[in-house]
């Protein structure tokens, strides 16, 4: 079974940056794609962005393309979330979570397998 475990997340000025990690278990060569999801109070979970284990290609959702960028380290078995230009609207929790199998409709939460705990990330104006 697939565990993630997600650090970073805190509070921020808008325009800063902050980083989320988000940490496997051993067995993450059985999961295909890794994403980020957040939800904001009263809000349903959205998609943030997502990276291919093998070839790490990635993509992103529209309101992040350009301040977000997804990495990661197949050594130690974590993806990155680099967060910058952030604005208050980014303000949510946001999930680590694992994909076992293609799918083309990446953004798509069901797809996903397994979900970390989540890490708060607060955006001040």
């Known amino acids: 079974q697939v565990q993630l475990v997600e650090s970073g997340g805190g509070l921020v000025q808008a325009g800063g940056s902050l980083r989320l990690s988000c940490t496997a278990s051993?067995?993450?060569?059985?999961?295909?794609?890794m994403g980020w999801f957040r939800q904001a109070p009263g809000k349903e979970r959205e998609f943030v962005a997502a990276?291919?284990?093998?070839?790490?290609?990635?993509n992103y959702a529209d309101s992040v393309k350009g301040r977000f960028t997804i990495s990661r380290d197949n050594a130690k078995n974590t993806v990155y979330l680099q967060m910058n230009i952030l604005k208050p609207e980014d303000t949510a929790v946001y999930y680590c979570?694992?994909?076992?199998?293609?799918?083309?409709?990446?953004?798509?939460?069901?797809?996903?397998?397994?979900w970390g705990q989540g890490t708060q990330v607060t955006v001040s104006s």
């Open positions: 979570a694992a994909g076992l199998y293609y799918y083309s409709d990446y953004s798509t939460s069901r797809r996903y397998n397994y």
């Open positions: 051993e067995y993450t060569w059985r999961s295909y794609r």
């Open positions: 990276i291919r284990w093998s070839g790490g290609s990635t």
